[in-house]
């Protein structure tokens, strides 16, 4: 009661000081934020720890929360201490935008947290692991085969040489690969309830569980990431590494020590920040012609700037969408008042988009998400890339203030009760399972992505495999 009592207090001066700001930036203001943001953040990692996930630091809380801060606090930490100039426009846009931003981010921390604590416990479903049931995952894999076969037919080869981001793999092949993932996500998921049925402790290990997935799985998944690789994009490699590692541990429950973590942590980021550098080297080379540049240390730092922690200054580039975003709404366009939300909910229905006429009278490219508009305030109608956008800017383009209170409120409740559906017990509904581990899967890139986006990949997986289980199964 006393931490909730605290961030409430704290939330309440911000968003007074957001409602006072002039928009001028104030060093004193901007110190202040950092040092709250700081301080709440020690509370709640001391304060947070319930029986169920005690000493677990492999948490969509903690991954969800780590991505928020680099994004939206890192290149501030940089200006504070030198690292960048307030006229760096390349980042912060406009120096009067400053402060409005960091107060947003404040605010969303602090609701972050309150919506985590808001949730004490859920209520125990039943302990008998006996009642779960073997369902093969033939269909699965023969669908997943399928459909990687018709995503390298369907892709662009241009987009296999190191040209993500610049060249569109191709419209058909977009929405084949996000079926593929969704089939390989729901094999993933049942290979891993299909074991709870076998002992009531089932304790494999890393290996083990990696082998029992079985071979066309692991080589399918191995064969996507390898071209994930070579395009230069960096996302389905870490959902799937959180996708196995989550559900292991929702099969084990094993804790992992804080030294192996972090060091997890620091070698996975460093990996995608070479792979981003990659992206940015110029010319027809080959990919392993660009590692060897990369290596060789020939590639200037895109970023044109120092920061704290270079191993995630690509995720921390991010925060210069917030600043787009906070420049441009509503002083020169109107906020959009729960469309992007709304488009990311219908998204759940295949070519619901074919129907937006009916809602909005403007539908360009521009309103398809606040990626799209935020690169759109910056590119105009013909960008060369993307510029992405945040989970707080996401919110603050559809409702401003209101939508980052509530909407990052929203992000910590449904992160406190993922960690309570895959550490309380094994015997989870089939649903709760998939929605635990696809956010858990999702954590770190939730930070500059869409939260609701996240509904369409949980139920589509859902689907697949209730249609698994009732129509290509039987019970054994």
């Not at 911000?14 to 040092?35: P, V």
């Not at 996975?268 to 060897?292: A, M, P, Q």
């Amino acid at each position: 009661m006393l931490q909730k009592s605290l961030y409430v207090a704290i939330l309440l001066i911000l968003i007074l000081w957001y409602l006072l700001d002039q928009g001028e930036f104030s060093i004193n203001l901007f110190k202040f934020n950092i040092i709250i943001v700081f301080i709440s953040t020690i509370i709640f990692l001391i304060s947070n720890n319930s029986m169920y996930f005690k000493k677990q630091y492999f948490r969509h809380s903690l991954f969800i929360l780590i991505g928020v801060l680099i994004v939206h606090f890192q290149y501030n930490v940089d200006l504070l201490i030198g690292n960048l100039a307030i006229s760096d426009f390349n980042i912060w846009v406009n120096d009067k935008v400053i402060n409005k931003a960091i107060l947003l981010s404040s605010i969303g921390v602090i609701s972050f947290f309150l919506g985590y604590i808001s949730l004490n416990k859920m209520p125990e479903g039943p302990t008998n692991i006996d009642k779960l049931s073997f369902y093969g995952t033939k269909f699965l894999n023969f669908c997943g085969l399928a459909l990687l076969i018709l995503y390298f037919y369907l892709a662009n080869p241009l987009y296999f040489l190191g040209n993500y981001g610049i060249i569109d793999v191709g419209t058909e092949a977009a929405y084949v690969i996000v079926l593929f993932e969704i089939c390989l996500s729901a094999a993933i998921i049942q290979n891993t309830r299909n074991l709870l049925t076998v002992k009531k402790k089932y304790d494999p290990s890393p290996f083990e569980y990696l082998k029992y997935q079985g071979f066309l799985l692991n080589t399918m998944l191995g064969i996507y990431l390898i071209s994930v690789l070579v395009s230069g994009d960096r996302g389905p490699i870490l959902f799937f590494f959180l996708m196995y590692a989550g559900n292991y541990l929702f099969l084990t429950k094993r804790r992992i020590r804080p030294s192996y973590l972090f060091l997890g942590i620091f070698l996975g980021s460093s990996i995608i920040t070479y792979l981003g550098d990659l992206r940015t080297i110029s010319g027809e080379f080959s990919f392993f012609t660009k590692v060897n540049i990369l290596l060789n240390d020939k590639v200037e730092n895109r970023f044109g700037a120092r920061t704290i922690i270079p191993q995630t200054q690509n995720l921390a580039s991010s925060i210069r969408s917030l600043n787009f975003a906070v420049d441009y709404v509503p002083s020169k366009h109107d906020f959009l008042f729960g469309r992007f939300q709304f488009q990311q909910i219908m998204s759940l229905i295949p070519y619901s988009s074919n129907f937006y006429s009916f809602f909005f009278k403007e539908n360009s490219k521009k309103y398809r998400s606040s990626a799209d508009f935020i690169t759109w305030i910056d590119q105009g109608d013909f960008p060369f890339s993307g510029n992405g956008t945040t989970v707080v800017a996401d919110y603050y383009c559809d409702f401003g203030l209101i939508g980052v209170l509530f909407g990052l409120f929203i992000v910590g409740y449904t992160a406190k009760y993922s960690e309570h559906i895959m550490f309380s017990s094994k015997n989870v509904s089939l649903f709760k399972h998939t929605f635990s581990i696809v956010i858990l899967a999702s954590s770190f890139y939730l930070s500059r992505s869409s939260f609701f986006i996240l509904l369409k990949f949980i139920t589509w997986t859902y689907l697949i495999l209730v249609i698994n289980k009732n129509i290509f199964n039987k019970a054994k």
